[in-house]
Structures are given as structure tokens and as C-alpha cells.
């Protein structure tokens, strides 16, 4: 089985702080994503990245960075936290075969609830 | 992308088949439909994908007209532990897996 998992379930942190969420997936899939989720937002995609050190913006990249320096590593970053970045952040990958028709399953992580205060 | 049109909420019974339709007019010829589910304080997780007509797996069935401009996802009777989001999402292989996730609908089954 495909195992996602997030650094922390749960984070607190207050304004201003660099805060790092961090992403690790055991299957050597080449895509891996970082969402948030918000109450009546579903879910929007922040960045993801299709291979090492390349990363592409999503819907809702400000105030958001990320990295991926190995493959099965990918980190987003809060250059400084605003309360309005209070949400539930899923990591999720997926295999990219690039021959295939259909779309590949994205596997997602736990989920990390970050609150800033 | 293609946007997905999808009730917001459902409620059904025990027992009952829940029908879950999703409206996508705008989807393109290499577009694939996928649902996933959610459950409080988890990540999403995979059910089901196809093309068109129908396709079937331990979980659910997905029923997708000839035009496909729509799908049904199809639970057969439910149960208490159903309770979840449902999402249904409309891409194709060519966007490097970069999928769209919509509002999702929230079914609660009851007792």
C-alpha cells in the first residue's frame, strides 16, 4: 500500500513565524501535491511538483513556498504565517505515466491542521 | 480544466442505494472521471474511475452517459460508516495528474 505521511497532525505557530510542513511518500512517485482544505473551499491546490526540484504553482500559491530536493520529499513552506493561513493542509501523490489514458490516483497523506495565532 | 457541478449535501438511510450525480459540460475528449472519498480528519482516498458507459468495483458504480457531460456515482446500500464527502473530479493524463477539486457532497446516512 502507498503510504503518505505528514510531519505533524496538529501545529500551532503564531504570526510571523516561518513555519515548514513537511511530506514523505514511500511508493517513488513522480508527482506530489500540497493542498489546503477550508470550510466551504473544498479543497485548492497550493503547488506541486512533478519531479525532483521542479515545482509548479497551483491555484493559490501566495504566501506559500515549497521544495523538493529528493523525490520522495516535498515541503511547504510559510515564510511568515498569517492568520488567515489557519487551515487543514493534505499532501498527496500520484504516479505520472505518461503512456497511460487515464488519470492516476492521487494518494493523499493524513492531513496537518495548522492554526496561527 | 473542466468544472464539476455536484449537490452540496444528501442524507439517505441505512440500506437505501445513494445515486450521486455530478454535471460536467465542459469536458474534453481526454478527460477521465474520478470520485474520491473523504472521511472527517482524513485525507481523500480513490473509488472509482472511468470514461463512459459504466464501470463497477467492490465500492461503487459509476454510470456515465453516452454525451458524458454528467456522471452518477451509485453507493448500493449504504451504511452509518458511508458518511463522507464525495468528490467528483473531471482531468486528463496530459495535466501531469494536476486534478481540480470541487466543493465535494456530503452525504450523511442515518439509522
Known amino acids: 500500500d502507498v503510504k503518505v505521511t505528514q510531519s505533524s497532525r496538529y501545529l500551532v505557530k503564531r504570526t510571523g513565524e516561518k513555519v515548514f510542513l513537511e511530506c514523505v511518500q514511500d511508493?517513488?512517485?513522480?508527482?506530489m501535491f500540497w493542498y489546503r482544505q477550508d470550510p466551504g473551499l473544498g479543497l485548492r491546490l497550493i503547488y506541486f511538483?512533478?519531479?525532483?526540484?521542479?515545482?509548479e504553482k497551483g491555484d493559490i500559491p501566495e504566501g506559500y513556498s515549497v521544495s523538493r530536493e529528493k523525490k520522495e520529499r516535498f515541503s511547504l513552506i510559510l515564510e511568515s504565517a498569517s492568520t488567515n493561513q489557519t487551515s487543514m493542509y493534505l499532501c498527496?501523490?500520484?504516479?505520472?505515466?505518461?503512456?497511460?489514458?487515464?488519470?492516476?490516483?492521487?494518494?493523499f497523506g493524513p492531513g496537518t491542521r495548522l492554526t496561527v495565532l | 480544466l473542466a468544472k464539476t457541478t455536484q449537490p452540496i449535501s444528501m442524507d439517505s438511510y441505512e440500506g437505501q442505494e445513494v445515486n450521486i450525480t455530478c454535471s460536467h459540460n465542459?469536458?474534453?475528449?481526454?478527460?477521465?472521471i474520478t470520485w474520491y472519498q473523504q472521511f472527517p480528519s482524513q485525507g481523500p482516498r480513490f473509488i472509482i474511475q472511468g470514461y463512459k458507459t459504466k464501470v463497477t468495483n467492490e465500492v461503487a458504480s459509476l454510470f456515465i452517459p453516452a454525451d458524458r457531460k454528467s456522471s452518477t456515482l451509485s453507493l448500493p446500500r449504504v451504511s452509518l460508516s458511508d458518511t463522507a464527502v464525495y468528490y467528483c473530479l473531471v482531468d486528463s493524463n496530459t495535466n501531469a495528474g494536476k486534478s481540480t477539486f470541487g466543493d465535494g457532497t456530503t452525504l450523511t446516512v442515518k439509522p
Open positions: 498527496a501523490s500520484s504516479l505520472w505515466d505518461v503512456g497511460a489514458e487515464s488519470t492516476d490516483t492521487q494518494y
Open positions: 511508493m517513488d512517485h513522480e508527482n
Open positions: 465542459n469536458i474534453a475528449t481526454n478527460d477521465y
Open positions: 511538483s512533478y519531479d525532483v526540484k521542479m515545482k
